[in-house]
């Protein structure tokens, strides 16, 4: 299946089928204990912002590392079924488009409760949460693009069918800001996700020569570089 020619490659691909499911799971476990709703989620940065600011950026490193992730396995799917894969991968793109803005709201969110105190942040929270914005259409992507993608993995046999349903389960993940999702149907979700795709991505990993050391060199100093830049800025 390997493809030189393909985009973004297999390294990246690789990376964000294994680190993506494991990322997001980790952000989860990281804030369990926490009530899953706003009020709950403010109160316990207030109590251990380091832990929260953790868990929320551990998630959102995880959503966007699923999008190489889902770009190879449609590949696998359009074999067989390009329909399938094109909307599957669409749709669950966009769906992560979706939880990367809910990230940026959760993360302002809790610097409110810095600058104005935990009982203004939650009261401010609450008089806005249901505010219009564009990222609400890709709600019902959000959920529904796991699903096309799970029976397009099934109907190709890119997956097998266990596999497949643990996709599938990913659509049960809570959408939303400042959501906790560690409630038994978040994790089960999330371990759907792991189980479908950690696998996958080890396979894609091993499909090739490794990388050559002044690749792996430069990559490991741009991570840093990168927020170092990002903080300047």
């Keep these: 299946m390997t493809n030189k020619q393909t985009l973004p490659g297999r390294w990246v691909e690789g ?5 993506g499911p ?9 804030r369990a204990g926490a009530g899953d ?14 832990r929260m600011v953790l868990s929320y950026s551990l998630y959102a490193a995880g959503a966007v590392l699923l999008w190489p992730a889902v770009t190879a396995l449609a590949r696998r799917i359009a074999v067989a079924h390009p329909g399938w894969a094109r909307w599957g991968v669409t749709l669950v793109v966009l ?7 809910h990230a940026g709201v959760s993360h302002l969110a809790f610097h409110l409760v810095d600058a104005l105190g935990l009982a203004a942040a939650q009261r401010a929270v609450e008089a806005t949460y249901g505010a219009f914005h564009v990222f609400k259409a890709v709600n019902l992507c959000i959920m529904g693009g796991w699903i096309v993608l799970a029976v397009g ?7 097998g069918v266990v596999r497949c349903v643990c ?3 990913a659509a049960g993940l809570p959408l939303g800001v400042l959501k906790g999702s560690s409630d038994p149907i978040s994790l089960a979700a999330l371990l759907g996700l792991a189980i479908a795709l950690v ?12 990388p050559r050391w002044w690749a792996v060199a430069l990559t490991v100093a741009l991570v840093p570089a990168a927020f170092l830049f990002g903080l300047a800025g």
């Design 22 to 30: 494991v990322l997001l799971l980790a952000g989860v476990l990281v």
């Design 37 to 50: 709703f706003f009020p709950d989620q403010l109160a316990a940065y207030a109590a251990a912002p380091g």
């Design 199 to 210: 696998p996958l991505g080890v396979t894609v990993l091993k499909d090739g020569p490794a």
């Design 167 to 169: 996709l599938a389960l």
């Design 95 to 101: 769906g992560l488009f979706g939880r990367v803005f």
């Design 153 to 159: 993995a099934y109907r190709a046999r890119a997956l």
């Design 15 to 19: 990376a964000g089928l294994v680190l």
